[in-house]
């Protein structure tokens, strides 16, 4: 997938967390994984689409006691999502790929979690899907789809909503310093302040 995944770890316990594993082996991601000598906790989403999830049983079968952690609306939708993209991307028009399990919702850990010694915040950001979450590590933010450098592909059909899709951006741009570095799900880092175009 051309989506963007991420592998952070603690530089002093070499424990991490990957955030949007998608494609379909986790080859790179374990390839860095064992490379480093890093143990895998979590694997987050920021939201319910395939080209963020797919990588997600593949990483589960290499690192069993690892843990997925995503919104509720995400777990939800996930079934809903089982054929998207892939009749663009795969051979097999029957394709159909279902995360494995969800673990924790964000709801569960009251949208907050220590980790390591960081702190991890989800954001519920629905408007690009339901599910969609930011996810704030320490000073960094994961923006998933709903911080881009350019405006998502919004489908109404499962419950995306472009009003709520600016009112979430919205909401981010306003509670982080406007030099907050971005890491989008798709395309290349900036900082928050950029974000402001896809409000309008
Ligand atoms: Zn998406």
Same mark, same amino acid.
Do not use: C
């Given at each position: 997938m051309t989506s963007n995944c991420y592998v952070v770890y603690d530089e002093d316990t070499l424990r991490c967390l990957v955030i949007d594993p998608a494609s379909e082996?986790?080859?790179?991601e374990i390839e860095y994984i064992e490379k480093n000598g890093l143990?895998?906790?979590y694997i987050l989403l920021t939201h319910e689409h395939t080209d963020h999830t797919w #990588? =997600? !049983?593949?990483?589960?079968g290499k690192y069993p006691s690892s843990k997925v952690i995503c919104s509720e609306l995400c777990k939800e939708a996930l079934p809903r999502e089982a054929k998207a993209y892939f009749q663009f991307y795969y051979d097999?028009?029957?394709?159909?790929? !279902?995360?494995?399990?969800?673990?924790?919702? +964000?709801?569960?850990? !009251? /949208?907050?979690?220590? /980790? =390591? #010694?960081?702190?991890i915040k989800f954001i519920a950001t629905p408007g690009h899907s339901p599910g969609s979450v930011c996810i704030a590590i320490d000073t960094m933010v994961f923006g998933g789809d709903t911080l881009m450098p350019f405006k998502p592909f919004i489908k $109404?059909? !499962?419950?995306? @909503?472009v009003e709520q899709f600016q009112e @979430? =951006? $919205?909401?981010?741009?306003?509670?982080?310093?406007?030099? +907050?570095?971005v890491y989008p799900g798709h395309g290349e880092s900036g900082q928050m302040k950029d974000y402001n175009n896809n409000i309008k």
């Open positions: 082996k986790s080859l790179r143990t895998l906790d #990588g =997600v !049983n593949a990483l589960l097999d028009p029957d394709y159909i790929y !279902n995360v494995e399990r969800v673990d924790v919702t +964000t709801e569960e850990l !009251n /949208w907050h979690m220590e /980790w =390591v #010694g960081h702190s $109404k059909r !499962n419950g995306g @909503s @979430s =951006v $919205k909401q981010m741009v306003e509670a982080f310093p406007a030099d +907050t570095i």
